[in-house]
């Protein structure tokens, strides 16, 4: 059988968009020891972009709407080179931070979009496995924007991984601007005005309200994870490299792997339940880190990353299949929430992990998921 070349973009896609979103953390405290800066102002490298990311995503779907979703991701990707570039490039600090502010302008008219897209293109029951494919993909992309900055550290710099990041963009709009069709089923909004009417409308959708709360805790608990943990890594008795700090997010694969089956089994088990046993799951998998072991951590985050990704994939899926009408716009306010729950995950464990490093940042963790169980308890159907 012929593969879809639209599921091949799809992952371009992905891999685009999520390869510079966490690059910094492998590198991370390299760069804090460069800058003379702790733990959580360091954080701002990170939470710059998902600050960006979250005040724009819900306006781009709104944009696209009316656009074309197409269009919308092949310009994002292509002006999205310039900030790749300009960062690596960066020589202080301060144009560190502004140029990852526009870096995460320019990823929701691509991730946002490219959901919608999917949830637009494919039927639903078929639409749940590109889902997973897409996740898989995204976390693929994460796994190598952390990982080539880690591995070239010793030997280009940070700097010179970065510029490496900015040519696999390059090569991830090609394969979108050659492969990816223009959209099919697509509905376009009359105007800007109704599709942002569409997306107020969202806003008074109880479910759709829950799940943007449960995006929320995933990218904070995953920021606050993998931020930490590598300071937690860095620091005595482990003393960690930053090519080593860059490897370990190879632990990213497993959840990939895990995501494409997400389609059997949400029709398996169904979507809150799986979610749930996922959350009770996760919590154990955290408390594995508490062992001073690396080997022992290093599972720990493939418990982490893995039930992370299924939640996540189980969240976007529901929302581009729930929004009958401004897909882009309902997705769009999805990744708004889970966005600001990245910058509060940036922000909120590192004071907590300078007060009393990892335990402390692992209890704010477990608590969100305890929050994150009882909103799909009560709203999820």
């Known amino acids: 059988?012929?593969?879809?070349?639209?599921?091949?973009?799809?992952?371009?896609?992905?891999?685009?968009?999520?390869?510079?979103?966490?690059?910094?953390?492998?590198?991370?405290?390299?760069?804090?020891?460069?800058?003379?800066?702790?733990?959580?102002?360091?954080?701002?490298?990170?939470?710059?972009?998902?600050?960006?990311?979250?005040?724009?995503?819900?306006?781009?779907?709104?944009?696209?709407?009316?656009?074309?979703?197409?269009?919308?991701?092949?310009v994002a990707m292509a002006l999205m080179l310039i900030p790749?570039?300009?960062?690596?490039?960066?020589?202080?600090?301060?144009?560190?931070?502004?140029?990852?502010?526009?870096?995460?302008?320019?990823?929701?008219?691509?991730?946002?979009?490219?959901?919608?897209?999917?949830?637009?293109?494919?039927?639903?029951?078929?639409?749940?496995?590109?889902?997973?494919?897409?996740?898989a993909a995204s976390a693929m992309g994460g796994f190598l924007g952390r990982f080539i900055p880690g591995m070239l550290a010793e030997?280009?710099?940070?700097?010179?991984g970065f510029l490496a990041l900015a040519l696999c963009s390059a090569v991830c709009l090609a394969g979108v601007a050659w492969l990816l069709p223009p959209e099919r089923q697509f509905v376009r909004a009359s105007n800007l005005g109704a599709s942002l009417r569409q997306m107020l409308a969202?806003?008074?959708?109880?479910?759709?309200?829950?799940?943007?709360?449960?995006?929320?805790?995933?990218?904070?608990?995953?920021?606050?994870?993998f931020t930490f943990i590598s300071f937690h890594l860095a620091a005595p008795p482990f003393n960690k490299s930053p090519a080593f700090l860059g490897s370990i997010f190879v632990v990213y694969l497993v959840g990939s792997a895990v995501a494409l089956w997400?389609?059997?089994?949400?029709?398996?088990?169904?979507?809150?339940?799986?979610?749930?046993?996922?959350?009770?799951?996760?919590?154990?998998?955290?408390?594995?880190?508490?062992?001073?072991?690396?080997?022992?951590?290093?599972?720990?985050?493939?418990?982490?990353s893995t039930c992370g990704l299924v939640t996540q994939a189980s969240s976007t899926s529901?929302?581009?299949?729930?929004?009958?009408?401004?897909?882009?716009?309902?997705?769009?306010?999805?990744?708004?929430?889970?966005?600001?729950?990245?910058t509060f995950g940036g922000w909120l464990p590192g004071l907590a992990y300078e007060a009393g490093g990892w335990p402390y940042s692992l209890a704010l963790i477990i608590a969100m998921l305890g929050v994150m169980a009882l909103i799909v308890t009560k709203f999820w159907k």
């Not at 502010?101 to 490219?114: D, E, N, Q, R, S």
């Open 84 to 135: 790749a570039t300009m960062t690596a490039l960066a020589p202080t600090l301060e144009q560190l931070i502004f140029w990852r502010f526009i870096h995460g302008l320019l990823l929701p008219p691509i991730f946002a979009v490219t959901i919608a897209y999917i949830g637009g293109e494919w039927p639903p029951a078929e639409a749940n496995g590109v889902f997973g494919l897409y996740v």
């Open 202 to 225: 969202h806003l008074r959708n109880r479910t759709l309200l829950a799940t943007y709360a449960v995006g929320f805790g995933i990218l904070f608990n995953f920021i606050a994870t």
């Open 1 to 74: 059988m012929l593969i879809d070349p639209r599921r091949i973009a799809v992952v371009f896609c992905a891999i685009g968009a999520f390869l510079h979103l966490y690059a910094p953390q492998s590198v991370l405290p390299m760069m804090a020891q460069e800058y003379g800066i702790g733990a959580a102002q360091a954080s701002l490298i990170i939470t710059a972009c998902t600050l960006a990311v979250a005040a724009t995503a819900p306006f781009t779907g709104a944009l696209s709407d009316v656009l074309g979703r197409r269009r919308v991701i092949v």
């Open 318 to 342: 529901f929302v581009a299949t729930t929004a009958k009408t401004g897909t882009s716009a309902a997705v769009g306010l999805y990744v708004t929430s889970f966005y600001v729950g990245g």
């Open 155 to 160: 030997s280009v710099g940070w700097h010179g």
């Open 262 to 304: 997400l389609g059997r089994a949400i029709a398996w088990l169904g979507r809150r339940t799986l979610v749930l046993c996922v959350f009770a799951f996760w919590v154990a998998g955290l408390l594995i880190s508490l062992i001073p072991s690396v080997t022992a951590i290093v599972i720990s985050l493939i418990v982490a």
